[in-house]
């Protein structure tokens, strides 16, 4: 995917692509995409399950760890939990690198718990509530910030895979250390509801499946008149 090179690190966002700003952004893949129903979970322990296991794998592969889950009987924390460890890592071994994943729904889980279950750990204020996250282990502020605005309903925005990809063709690149810096970038430059955060979430990612692939369809792409990687044709 297309990234920035190490001068990216002190522009801001938005300012390459002719002053295309978050609301101008979202406006656009609005006007091309609509409201979108996402997170493709049922519930918030579903959605945090779903937030672990999607790390590096398709989403395919975790409907699939998901729906044996669910025919086990794992819904909730406490379920999950009471799991035999070889059990749990049989279970989500469509994910991908099931071992760890495994461990990692344990860890998760084990602090719901000590917090109180779902409803108090859901509960706490949103900088709270992605500290604890953060201090999982194998839990980055992408799988965090999932959390915590579709589980929890907190204002975050999630910068993830392909909201790396298109802020790089737009002139920004996206490291690890910009992460925070372009979360709070949308969050200032957007409506202040959790809806819009997660539509324009939900927007950016069906852009970058239709549009802004890895190879990209440039022609007819509602950002192509202000996209300097746009390709004719």
């Known amino acids: 995917m297309p990234g920035g090179h ?24 609005l006007a091309e995409y609509g409201e979108l129903d996402w997170w493709p979970a049922e519930g918030p322990f579903e959605v945090m399950v779903g937030a ?13 760890a998901l729906e044996a889950l669910k025919a086990a009987g794992v819904d909730g924390p406490a379920a999950l939990l009471a799991l035999p460890p070889a059990r749990l890592e049989e ?3 469509p994910s991908g690198t099931y071992r760890q ?13 000590s917090s109180g279950g779902m409803r108090a750990f859901l509960s706490l204020p949103p900088a709270e509530l992605r500290r604890r996250l953060l201090a ?38 996206v490291g690890a250390e910009g992460y925070d810096r372009v ?21 950016i990612v069906e852009h970058c499946k239709r549009r802004c692939r890895s190879v990209p369809l440039c022609g007819g792409c509602p950002l192509a008149g202000e996209c300097p990687s746009a390709v004719e044709g």
């Open 136 to 173: 999982v282990r194998g839990i980055g502020p992408e799988t965090a910030d999932s959390i915590v605005l579709y589980a929890a309903g907190g204002r975050v925005f999630v910068v993830d895979a392909y909201t790396r990809r298109l802020l790089g063709r737009l002139g920004m690149g």
């Open 91 to 93: 279970l989500v071994r």
């Open 52 to 64: 672990v296991l999607t790390q590096r794998t398709a989403w395919a592969n975790v409907e699939r």
């Open 101 to 113: 994943k495994a461990a990692r729904l344990r860890a998760l889980f084990a602090v719901v718990e």
């Open 6 to 29: 190490a001068s990216d690190a002190g522009r801001t966002p938005g300012r390459v692509a002719r002053g295309l700003g978050p609301l101008r952004l979202y406006r656009r893949l």
């Open 183 to 203: 979360a709070a970038w949308f969050v200032r430059g957007l409506p202040g509801d959790v809806g819009t955060y997660r539509n324009a979430h939900a927007v």
